[in-house]
Each structure stands twice: as structure tokens, then as C-alpha cells.
């Protein structure tokens, strides 16, 4: 079956620091992944994807590549800001035909001043 | 457009009671699903809908229910609420985009309905 793991958090880390978030995948196929963003009292926004292999994916600073060899798909900023923390979800769709997303259980980062 | 909208933002209900959450989009996707998020558990597969008129199983089916008479609404009925369906429920809906050998079905989360069960 397919399933993603993420790192567990919480990560705290101060404003501008690097910030990465570990995400692997197993799944059948050849998936399409996703990074999901859910900010306090808000449902899930797309942040990032990738649907092939060494695709990387970006968006708002964050970016993520599409490691086939390792499969993972780590998400990484090169300076956190405040605003930024919010739960992270790392996802997978499979290919072929319809199938729903597969998270993970999301990782929460916590920047401060 | 509205994109996903979701009603009741929260809700309280007793232990036996029963309640339709309403999940509705207005950009002609043709899939919709409904989730579940509980802390440390990520969000979870209830139901979902590949088109009006068919619906499909999740990873945690029991005790919902659902039906797609159109395009636009899919709802989620608990026909006898538990204390363990206390959770945040989020309704998305999708397409399906890329070419034949990048296929892949970008999904438009709802704002979430919070539900408790006493």
C-alpha cells in the first residue's frame, strides 16, 4: 500500500534560520507528491508539488525535489520567518487512474522572533 | 468562484444524534472527499466521489455516510454521532491535470467543520 512518514515535530527553530522537514514515501507506482500547508484555524493549502522525478517543486521560498532513487521529497526554506509556522503535511497521489490523497501526520513549525 | 465551502464552521452534538455536514464547489470538479483530521493521526480517507452518482469507500467509512446527487454537493451524514467522530472534518475536491504521462489530481480543501460529540 502506499503510506508517507514525516518527521515528527514540533520544529522550533528562530527567524531566518534553514529550515528542512524529512519526508519519504513508499507507494505502488509512480506517485505524484505534494506539500501541503495548514496555517492555525485554516484548512490545507497546496504549497508545493512534483510529478516526476527530480521535478522540484517551489513556491513562497519552499522547495522540494522529487527523489526517486531515496523516495523522499524533503521541504526546505533557506529563511524561516514567523509567518511561517503552520502544520506541514507531505502527500501522495499515484498515477494511474483516480485515487485520494495519502499524508503523512504533518510536522508543526514554530518560528519565533 | 467560492471554491470549497463547508457548513457548520463548529457543531456540538450528543451522544445518538444525528447531523449532515454540507460540503459544496462551484468549479465543476468532478471529485470530491471527505477527511478527517485528528491530532498525531494526520487526516484520514472517510468517503469520496468520483462523480455524481458514485461513491466509494475511505480508509474510516464507519458510522458516515454519504450520496452525490450533483456535481456540486457532497455531503457527509452521521446517522448516530459516537464520541469518537469528535474531529475536524474537511471536504476537497479535485481535477485531474497534466498530461498522460504526468497525470496527477490537485486537490481544494474546504475551511473545516469541528466537530465534538458529548
Known amino acids: 500500500g502506499n503510506s508517507v512518514t514525516q518527521m515528527e515535530g514540533p520544529v522550533t527553530l528562530s527567524e531566518e534560520a534553514f529550515l528542512t522537514i524529512n519526508c519519504t514515501y513508499t507507494a505502488t507506482g509512480y506517485p505524484s507528491l505534494f506539500w501541503y500547508v495548514q496555517y492555525p484555524g485554516e484548512g490545507l493549502q497546496l504549497l508545493l508539488k512534483?510529478?516526476?522525478?527530480?521535478d522540484k517543486g517551489s513556491n513562497k521560498g519552499f522547495e522540494a525535489t522529487y527523489r526517486k532513487e531515496t523516495t523522499s521529497f524533503h521541504l526546505e526554506k533557506g529563511s524561516v520567518q514567523v509567518s511561517d509556522s503552520a502544520v506541514y503535511f507531505c502527500?501522495?497521489?499515484?498515477?494511474?487512474?483516480?485515487?485520494?490523497?495519502?499524508f503523512g501526520k504533518g510536522t508543526m513549525l514554530l518560528v519565533s522572533p | 468562484n467560492a471554491g470549497v465551502t463547508q457548513t457548520p464552521k463548529f457543531q456540538v452534538l450528543k451522544t445518538g444524534q444525528s447531523m449532515t455536514l454540507q460540503c459544496a464547489q462551484d468549479m465543476n470538479h468532478e471529485y470530491m472527499s471527505w477527511y478527517r483530521q485528528d491530532p498525531g493521526m494526520g487526516l484520514r480517507l472517510i468517503h469520496y466521489s468520483v462523480g455524481a452518482g458514485i461513491t466509494d469507500q475511505g480508509e474510516v467509512p464507519n458510522g458516515y455516510n454519504v450520496s452525490r446527487s450533483t456535481t456540486e454537493d457532497f455531503p457527509l451524514r452521521l446517522l448516530s454521532a459516537a464520541p469518537s467522530q469528535t474531529s475536524v472534518y474537511f471536504c476537497?475536491?479535485?481535477?485531474?491535470?497534466?498530461?498522460?504521462?504526468?497525470?496527477?489530481?490537485?486537490?481544494?480543501f474546504g475551511p473545516g467543520t469541528r466537530l465534538t460529540v458529548l
Open positions: 502527500a501522495l497521489v499515484p498515477r494511474s487512474g483516480y485515487s485520494t490523497l495519502t
Open positions: 512534483a510529478t516526476k522525478a527530480d
Open positions: 476537497a475536491s479535485s481535477y485531474s491535470s497534466g498530461t498522460s504521462g504526468s497525470r496527477f489530481h490537485e486537490q481544494f
